[in-house]
């Protein structure tokens, strides 16, 4: 009797040590399958005159722009151009098109690396305003497939909390002419339907592919569309909002002036919602005269106070060019006024220029007319950033802020 007694007890510890390891086992299986994730917050959205997170908060947007790197810039690249597109187009009949792309690819991989989003965290900026064009996006057919590189890019920003902001610089026939457009050829976007529905459905298209992207703090619509008056700007972007908004309802999107306060509408004329209004500012009178740009941010900060309705301002582009005093103060003018802005730019090629966080001179220039394939090859995979030289006065100015 005693031995059934003990036997009996002994199954039963057996059993229930079994049960508990069982139903350890199951338990920690479960919570790797069924545990809630990190929540995400970071999606931005326009609330009154601010941006905030999903959780309320207000996130102020210090950013700087990667200008250069989609679309060349002869004043402010490693390559003599007339613009991008005739880059493109000299490198492809010179090489063939394989070999151009390589090129290209070149130049893109070594103008920014990883390191580059890590220095951006260290001087103090939480987001990248990153200008693209549409023929980055085009395969040989014309269709929008090659976002390769804006995934990495993106992705990149992802790893680091550090927000984006996709900016077309680039439309179908240039919303401006001019060669930051990535095409001089005249502005040829406005009045075209054929270029206005092939920009309406790159819209779309990036739009439907970055839906679900919260790191993405918004799209910015057009840059400086020049080549319109405010009424033909006002209904075309108008358009670019419905045509977003039927397959993204989530992002802020970003409207840009040419180039006062005046120049844009009551977003409330329209319906948009969701929206913030950018402004550039570049106060061209103040190059070498601290006081003279003092004044011009003042004035600008001013209007933007004196808005009649409330939408978050962006400052998408400025400069203060070498005046350290006016830089000081329009940073402390956009910060306490809650002008959210970004720097033109972060790397420039020249010597001792202020237009780059970073500038510098690795190599001699690409000439795409007459230099091999070996020679532009070896000037364009210098260009990474190790090869410039931080400007003093930015360091001072955003790594102590």
């Known amino acids: 009797m005693k031995k059934f007694i003990l036997r009996t007890f002994v199954f039963l ?33 326009a609330q009154g005159d601010d941006f905030v997170n999903e959780k309320g908060e207000k996130v102020f947007i210090k950013a700087v722009n990667a200008g250069g790197l989609f679309i060349q810039e002869e004043w402010m690249c490693a390559t003599d151009l007339v613009d991008h597109l005739t880059l493109c187009e000299t490198l ?12 290209i690819g070149i130049y893109e991989s070594a103008f920014w690396t990883e390191n580059d989003f890590d220095n951006v ?49 680039g439309a179908y026939g240039s919303q401006n002419g001019s060669d930051h457009s990535g095409d001089t050829s005249g502005a040829k976007l406005f009045g075209s339907e054929e270029n206005e529905s092939r920009t309406v459905e790159l819209w779309k298209t990036v ?34 909002y419905d045509a977003v908004r039927s397959v993204d309802d989530r992002h802020v999107l970003i409207i840009e002036s040419v180039w006062e306060t005046k120049n844009l509408p009551d977003p409330e004329l329209f319906e948009w919602e969701n929206v913030a209004y950018s402004y550039h500012n570049y106060c061209w009178e103040g190059v070498g005269n601290a006081e003279k740009l003092i004044e011009f941010t003042d004035t600008k900060v001013a209007d933007y106070v004196a808005l009649t309705y409330e939408v978050p301002v962006f400052v998408g582009e400025f400069t203060c060019f070498e005046e350290e005093a006016a830089w000081e103060h329009t940073l402390s003018e956009y910060t306490e006024n809650n002008v959210n802005y970004a720097v033109w730019t972060y790397k420039v090629y020249g010597t001792d220029t202020s237009w780059g966080i970073y500038s510098g001179a690795p190599t001699e220039k690409v000439d795409p007319f007459t230099d091999s394939y070996e020679e532009i090859a070896r000037k364009w995979s210098a260009q990474t950033t190790e090869n410039y030289t931080p400007y003093p006065m930015h360091e001072r100015l955003f790594k102590a802020a």
């Open 92 to 103: 492809e009949s010179r090489f063939g098109k394989e070999k151009a792309l390589e090129l």
């Open 207 to 240: 739009a439907a592919r970055y839906r679900d992207r919260d790191i993405i703090a918004g799209y910015d619509l057009l840059n400086e569309p020049t080549g319109a008056n405010d009424l033909q700007r006002w209904a075309f972007y108008d358009r670019l």
């Open 121 to 169: 965290r260290a001087y103090g900026f939480n987001c990248i305003r990153l200008p693209f064009a549409y023929f980055n996006l085009e395969d040989d057919s014309g269709a929008l497939t090659r976002f390769e590189r804006l995934d990495w890019f993106i992705n990149e920003c992802d790893e680091r909390d550090i927000y984006v902001i996709l900016d077309l610089h």
């Open 13 to 45: 510890c057996v059993a229930a040590l079994a049960f508990l390891t069982l139903v350890g086992c199951v338990s920690d299986s479960d919570k790797d399958k069924t545990e809630t994730p990190v929540e995400d917050n970071r999606l931005l959205r």
